[in-house]
DNA sequence: CGCGGGTTTGATGATGCTCAAGCCCGGTGG
DNA sequence: CCACCGGGCTTGAGCATCATCAAACCCGCG
């Protein structure tokens, strides 16, 4: 499993194996069962988590008590409550699995050590975070101009790996429309073709 | 103006003087009147600019020749379409000035050659990042989660200062409203109170 | 004074939400 | 092996929010 992570690794940083050697201790295996979760609203998130197999989600829950999805995250993705694990202020996200999940966990102060250790992990951290922004613009841009059935549309080609993984009723939260539409917009495009 | 900058890093991380004198041959300075671009669509965005005075904006055009602007700036922010400047492909974005604005630009060889020198740089960028996720977490959830008026109220309590700026139109812009729309919610609102 | 960009106001219509019911299918227990 | 249960998906009807189109208004500026 520390095999993924490194292979994440070096397509972003040339780090050697003996480097990876120093940076492993910093990791520390997990397994989620599904429904399990990882952090609740108003803990405060202590890790931030690679996902080796699995598939996990962070969403908030609103005063009316409807999910919203932030993020999925199957093999090869971090997911956390950033602002959480940075500040440590208590969490506004839950994060869960939604299948059986195993994880490589990673604490904040560790992280700071590590990067210390291993000047090329706080590259490819760099690196990760202008990734991850280009990402958070691009779902963005699909929300703010786009019709529910381009949302979707949009979703289903960037995401085709997750949207397999993931019931449909919560890429439609995801997306931020109701399950309703997005089962109508899935029919009418399904009779367009 | 170089001392925005610097004063700017070290909030972040401790950056000397000395270290300091380092970082600035990379940055150029550049002045934009109002309405000049900095980007247009098309081009390959070739500089992170840092704001000292002014304010830009970054936006895309869809194909209804309608504009969704991604991201306001002010004095100490970045601006770039992040995807553009590190992968070299051709902007999806415009970027303009909103007000006469000085800047600070950094190409992207400069960029890497920068933290390689100055390692502490490489430090404040992933800083940088993360926050940056963060800022873009909490606006994602505002637009999916709340209605017109919640989110105008959101933006003009999280980014007071730059709601002084900006003229109305393009707040609604921000928020993926339409201006009448917005004009409403804030009559609305006044009677309210 | 008149022009023009930006904001406001009104009327109308579309998109997507809510509520409610029915359906499909896999899992469980008799 | 079959009946039953329940979660998730679908379908329908009515409704709220917000977009669009159009006109009026306001105000700074040439």
């Not at 120093?22 to 990791?27: A, D, I």
């Not at 599904?34 to 598939?55: I, P, S």
């Not at 971090?78 to 839950?94: C, K, V, Y």
């Amino acid at each position: 499993m520390y095999e993924l992570l490194y292979n994440n690794i070096i397509k972003k940083v040339d780090l050697t194996r003996e480097e990876f050697e120093e940076v492993k201790p910093f990791y520390t295996p997990k397994k989620l069962k599904r429904k399990q979760f990882l952090l609740q609203e108003g803990d405060v998130c202590k890790y931030t988590a690679f996902v080796c197999d699995g598939c996990l989600r962070s969403y908030t829950v609103d005063a009316d008590g409807n999910e919203h999805i932030l993020q999925f995250a199957i093999a090869n993705w971090f997911i956390s409550d950033m602002n959480s694990f940075l500040t440590g202020e208590p969490a506004t996200q839950f994060i869960d699995a939604i299948a059986d999940s195993t994880l490589l966990l990673c604490n904040r102060i560790d992280s700071d050590i590590m990067m210390k250790k291993v000047p090329k992990m706080e590259t490819y951290f760099r690196i990760l975070g202008q990734h991850h922004i280009v990402a958070a613009q691009k779902r963005l841009s699909s929300t703010i101009m786009h019709t529910a059935e381009q949302k979707y549309l949009d979703f289903i080609k960037r995401y085709a790996d997750i949207s397999q993984h993931v019931p449909q009723h919560m890429i439609a939260s995801y997306l931020g429309i109701s399950p309703e539409t997005l089962s109508r917009v899935r029919k009418q495009f399904s009779e367009k073709q």
